[in-house]
Each structure stands twice: as structure tokens, then as C-alpha cells.
């Protein structure tokens, strides 16, 4: 998955990812992946993230951003980051996840993976 330098944050938000499948590189099971959308997690789980959630064959998953990895980024980069950019993070780190078949309802995104996964697609 690659992202451009500004992707914005045009059109809906249940269509900033495409859907995906990740196959387990253990078991090779198929996971079906579609993003739905994203929210700042401070106001309903008091955690310092930006939570998005995904629909992975069809149960609901939520990826938390560290919040710290965000701004880390905004003072690197001068800019903020999109939100579209942000559920392109996420959805990276999912697909991380399932690959290793390590399936669970939430996820927290440590700030160093938040800032390792947007050096990894090149968002600048």
C-alpha cells in the first residue's frame, strides 16, 4: 500500500482504504478487511489515540494511533496528517497483525509504529 505526499480527505470517509484481504503467513487464513471510519479516541476510551475501525469478516475492530506519532509527524513534516492518511496507518498495522494471525478486537498503535508505518508508505 503506498500513499501520496497530501492525500486528502476527499470523498467518504468509509472509502478512504478499499477493502483488503490479509492471509495469515501461519495458517493462511483469509481475513476480508473494510475500513469504516475513524475518531478521536480521548472521548470514548480516554486514551490519547485516534481510533478507526475496521469491519474484519465483519466483526468490528478498532486500530488506536498514538496520538504522540501523529505529532511527532505534524512537527517533522509541517503539516498535519489527513485523516484519509491516518486509516492508510492503520490499516497497514492491521494487516501487520493479521498476517501473524494475532486477531483481537483492539489494537493500540505504539507511537514508534505509528511513525515507522508512515516512513514505510512514504507519506511526507
Given at each position: ?52 475501525k475496521f ?6 475492530v478498532v ?53 515507522r508505518i ?7
Amino acid at each position: 500500500m503506498t500513499t501520496s505526499i497530501g492525500m486528502s480527505n476527499h470523498g467518504a470517509m468509509s472509502e478512504f482504504v478499499g477493502e483488503f484481504d490479509v492471509t495469515s503467513r501461519l495458517t493462511d487464513q483469509t481475513y476480508h478487511c473494510r475500513f469504516s471510519h475513524l475518531w478521536n479516541g480521548v472521548a470514548t476510551r480516554h486514551s490519547d489515540t485516534v481510533d478507526t475501525k475496521f469491519l474484519v469478516d465483519g466483526r468490528g475492530v478498532v486500530v488506536g494511533l498514538a496520538h504522540p506519532g501523529i505529532v511527532r509527524f505534524t512537527e517533522q513534516a509541517g503539516r498535519d496528517l489527513s485523516d484519509r492518511e491516518a486509516s492508510y496507518i492503520a490499516a497497514q498495522f492491521l494487516r501487520e497483525q493479521l498476517e501473524q494471525e494475532d486477531e483481537r478486537p483492539l489494537y493500540d498503535v505504539s507511537a514508534a509504529d505509528v511513525t515507522r508505518i508512515i516512513a514505510q508508505l512514504g507519506v511526507r
